[in-house]
């Protein structure tokens, strides 16, 4: 079932502008149809005015003493007026603040996988924030969480641009990046190539068209293997030489 639209009890917006009969003082500062200066006459004549060249006597600045008033066509000069906030309002660019978070024990693909989506937000212009999220008596190395940040930075390189550099908020640390130079002027295919090779994960995040935030976190460490020297191969001993006897 529809929801019913609540009634809107406003006032419709009124035009406050003073225009012709509704100009109530007794004179004006005359500006002509064409931008000349005519100088301060009566109100009557200034309406006598307009109306010899069929257009409207429209007061621009009322807070003058006296108030000055223009000949034009008020029409055509509203109409030009809302072309003009309509095509400042195109050319607005929205900016959107996006939000990923880290842990301070993310493993080395997850982390991968979240600098592709923080990439895929700076090719869309928006700006990101990135938080590192502390648990427990991690409070206690805020230096990994600022490893993690600096190394984010560093490796987007010339397609990210630091606003804000990580800053310590109670148990999170925070990070504001936004679209890079290269981003801004469309020139990043060529970064973004040299970024992305040898990176699977960075490529299939490039290949998704939903943006999503990205907000899991991942509680495994990586694993740490130390490095051995290898053993070595076991090497069958050659077979004993059997001397043939006579009854062979």
Do not use: W
């Amino acid at each position: 079932m529809p929801v019913p639209r609540r009634f809107d009890r406003r006032l419709p917006e009124r035009d406050t502008t003073r225009i012709n009969e509704r100009i109530r003082v007794p004179e004006v500062r005359l500006i002509g149809d064409d931008g000349q200066q005519i100088g301060v006459i009566k109100i009557d004549d200034a309406l006598s005015y307009a109306q010899e060249r069929d257009l409207d006597l429209v007061e621009v600045a009322p807070e003058a003493r006296p108030p000055v008033c223009r000949v034009l066509d008020y029409s055509k000069f509203k109409y030009e007026q809302e072309q003009k906030l309509k095509s400042a309002r195109k050319h607005q660019q929205q900016i959107t603040v996006r939000e990923i978070k880290f842990r301070p024990k993310i493993a080395l693909n997850d982390y991968e996988t979240k600098k592709g989506h923080v990439l895929r937000f700076l090719r869309h212009r928006d700006k990101v924030k990135v938080t590192i999220m502390f648990r427990g008596r991690e409070i206690t190395h805020p230096e990994r969480g600022e490893m993690i940040l600096t190394r984010l930075a560093e490796e987007l390189g010339d397609l990210a641009l630091v606003e804000q550099h990580p800053i310590q908020d109670g148990r999170n640390m925070t990070m504001m990046l936004a679209p890079g130079k290269s981003i801004e002027d469309g020139t990043d295919a060529a970064a973004l190539a040299a970024l992305a090779a040898g990176e699977p994960e960075l490529a299939a995040v490039e290949a998704e068209p939903e943006v999503v935030e990205v907000v899991d976190v991942v509680e495994a460490e990586p694993e740490v293997v130390e490095a051995t020297e290898p053993a070595p191969e076991a090497v069958e001993p050659a077979p004993e030489a059997v001397e043939p006897t006579a009854a062979d």
